[in-house]
């Protein structure tokens, strides 16, 4: 893999004088500690956002305002980091906004559905129904895009996977039916989104920097759309216009407490991580293997319900918390054995 990244990280020069084609100069690899920062940083954000997300939301019962502050923050931050080039970042086109859009409208409510599973349920009841996304993504492949259906190994993973979730689901404690369904809801744009990116990002030329800022910058313009047909706008004019103490008519507005640091610190860390993870994200996958990423990302889950747990007490049983272990660790034995049947189909007579 690291031969591979150097490839990857070439780029031509031409010599002075010299004909022909241009020589190609490898970029110098980076630093040891460069990377150890980069993976530091993505595990720290990627183990804690959303446990944060959740203290958020438990202090300000406001899924969109908490995302559209996350947006906003990511967006900002991203459109100076490449007004003084620091990053590389595509200036706005009203061509590639347009071709952004259906991509951005899924990955808003991606991301909105996400608030509100944090909202209505638990840390572990996110993990669990993310799990799932595998399984749903092998069958789409499989009817809709005509791939090949996994391998016995595969299938049986994906099976183990189900049966994880299907566990958590009769251990869960907090089970409410509105956090499920919202639950659902999110599965099902999460993999749509999933499958919709892909193809997107191949036939859209941004720079990954251009497709965060586009990304986050259009999911600001959509929040108050959002909101308005959520009921959350509402709910949010009546607490701002509300006396202290006074009840809200709101399923949003529930034991609000005052706007102060109570609310604020929670709020201002989410929003930093959420550029946290934006930035290291990819800056990880550049430096190190496939395989590497997906060992961090494991190691990652476990640690935020490690650190749900030791949090506080919004957090599952002990069966159901059995149950998310072996949704994760039956997520890596199915991506080490996709892995190998993208290999094996390779090498078939015909393959490309």
Not at 23 to 36: H, I, N, T
Not at 102 to 126: D, R, W
Not at 262 to 280: D, K, M, R
Request: glycine residues 6%.
């Amino acid at each position: 893999m690291q031969q591979e990244t150097s490839e990857k990280n070439r780029e031509p020069l031409l010599e002075e004088g010299a004909m022909g084609p241009p020589k190609e100069v490898p970029k110098p690899e980076p630093s040891g500690a460069y990377v150890l920062l980069l993976v530091c940083m993505y595990a720290t954000c990627s183990s804690t956002l959303s446990v944060v997300n959740k203290w958020a939301l438990l202090a300000l019962p406001f899924p969109g305002v908490v995302t559209a502050c996350q947006f906003l923050t990511t967006a900002v931050v991203v459109y100076f980091l490449g007004k003084f080039r620091v990053v590389d970042v595509d200036a706005f086109r009203w061509e590639k906004l347009k071709a952004m859009a259906p991509i951005n409208v899924v990955f808003y409510l991606a991301i909105f559905t996400n608030g509100q599973v944090l909202t209505y349920s638990t840390v572990e009841t996110f993990i669990a129904f993310r799990s799932l996304t595998p399984l749903l993504v092998s069958g789409v492949d499989t009817l809709v895009r005509g791939e090949a259906p996994p391998s016995r190994r595969t299938a049986a993973c994906l099976l183990l996977i189900a049966l994880g979730a299907v566990s958590y689901a009769r251990d869960d404690a907090n089970f409410s039916v509105r956090g499920y369904a919202w639950a659902c809801v999110y599965l099902v744009v999460i993999v749509t989104e999933m499958v919709y990116a892909k193809h997107v990002t191949a036939t859209i030329n941004l720079s990954t920097w251009g497709l965060v800022l586009y990304q986050n910058a259009i999911a600001v313009a959509l929040w108050p759309l959002a909101s308005f047909l959520s009921g959350e706008f509402r709910a949010l004019s009546l607490l701002l216009n509300a006396k202290p103490g006074e009840p809200l008519d709101s399923p949003f507005a529930r034991d609000v407490p005052p706007l102060g640091l109570s609310t604020l610190v929670p709020l201002a860390t989410s929003c930093v991580l959420a550029i946290g993870i934006s930035f290291s994200a990819w800056g990880t996958r550049s430096v190190i293997s496939a395989t590497q990423f997906t060992v961090l990302g494991v190691a990652c889950k476990l640690a935020t319900v490690a650190i749900n747990v030791l949090a506080w007490s919004h957090h599952a049983s002990l069966g159901a918390q059995a149950s998310i272990v072996l949704c994760i660790v039956a997520s890596v034995l199915y991506q080490q054995s996709a892995k190998r049947d993208r290999a094996a189909a390779k090498t078939l007579p015909g393959a490309h």
